[in-house]
Structure formats: structure tokens, C-alpha cells
């Protein structure tokens, strides 16, 4: 067991379908930086994209293959955890939403977001998820999700089934002018379930009706920023996490100890 890891979180701009240029991107963003864990946003390989039925198999195998190779080539090069979505063609013939932690030694787990965005479209053209993702690395308890998840606390809250984590991990595209919710959701997870919180989100404006603020940020267990960034520029965040600081808080404060017993139940 690690005690401390530094966990990164990287805002960057996206180009809509242009696979190259968004690992391009990405390499030279994180280039020469140090980190345990780094949070990439939502489809990084594509931005956002919800008209998958316009997409060809082709180009959608090539952004998950492609993506994927880059998270296990970045992984095993910084010696890493890497965390982010992708699309990915399921057997149904629609595609998910996915998120991938990938370790420096290949290891790939796979979360499917859950709770798809029915105002813009997603729960259309998506296959939804079903299970709640919990990852164990260098000692560490680590719960997955993606954005619109954020929104909905009984899949995120923690579980003593599960194992109670230590560290939440939120990969988005979260746009304004919802982006002083995003922020608030943040601050309310890491509290409500006493757990530093990684959250990577997009910069940038696709088109003059959708703007990505940035807003991406690392939390601590009492909601405090430890980095952060509100402005819609690119940039790695960075902040050294301490397993044994949270250990301590949750036997002071020992929220966790009361919690309400529960059952998810799939409908």
C-alpha cells in the first residue's frame, strides 16, 4: 500500500471526430510530467458526440483501439494510472460510453456510464451501463464514473458491500452555463463520502452554441480545492493525496460509520 500517490488531472481542448489530433494532444499535454494517476475527459479521443448513428463501425473501432493504445502506452511510459472515456461498440450495435482505468502494467477495467443525458440525446443512441465500478490500485480504493453520473449520489455514495473508497475519478464534458452545478456536485460528492475526488473536464468552444469552461479540479475529503482551474485553458493539474490525511479525518469525523444500509436495485 502507497500512502501518498499524485494524481493529475488534464483540461484540455478537444477536435470534434479528429482522433489524430486529440492523442496528439494528449501526448503533449502530459509530456515530461510526473503523476501516479492522471484523469483524461470524456471521449477524448472524439469530444462529445451523441449522433453515433452517423458514425461509420470503422471510425468507431479506430477512436476506442486507437485511444486505448494510447492510455496503455502513457501508462506503462509514466508508470501510471490512466482513467478516461471512450466509445465503444457494444455486441448490441449501439456503442457506450466508457470508461477505462488503465495500469502501467496493461490491466484494463471498464466502467459503462450508467446514467446517460436523455435532454441531449445520449440515452437515444447509448447502451447504458449497469454496475457500479470500484478499482483497487497501489493500495488504494478507487470508485469510477462520468459526468451526468455526478448528478445522481446513491450510485456514487459508499457502499460497505463494495469496500468504502478512497478516491472518486469524474471524466466530463460538462458545458456551461451548468458549470456552476458541476462544481457544487463535486464538492458535495467528495464530502457526502469522505473522498479526495479527481474530476477532468473539456475546454473550448466546438461551436458558438456550446462552451466548455474548463472547471476541472481535485478535491479533498472536507471539499477543498487542492488544484483547480476555472478558466477554459489548457493545463495539468496536479496534488499529492495522502491515504493516511484521509484515515485520520474519517476517524475524527466518522461520517461513514452511520451510514443508512441500501440496496441498488436494477429495474
Known sequence: MIDQLVVASLQMEQRQKDIEANIAKVEQLVAGQRFDLLVLPEMWTTGFIVKVAELSPVFLTEAFERGLETMKELAKAHDAAIYGTLLELRPSGKPSNTGLFVTPSGKVTYYRKKHLFHLGGEAEHFEAGKE?????????QIRLSICYDLRFPTWLRQDPQLGLYHLLL??????????????????????ENQCYLVASNRAGIPHPKLIYPGYSFIIDSEGESLAESKEPVETLLSACISRSDLEAKRQTFPVLEDLDPYQLLQI
Request: aromatic fraction near 12%; glycine fraction near 4%.
Open 132 to 140: 457500479r465500478v470500484q478499482v483497487e490500485y497501489r493500495g488504494w
Open 170 to 191: 469524474c471524466s466530463a464534458n460538462w458545458p456551461r452555463p451548468r458549470h456552476l452545478a458541476w462544481a457544487r456536485l463535486l464538492r458535495a460528492r467528495a464530502i
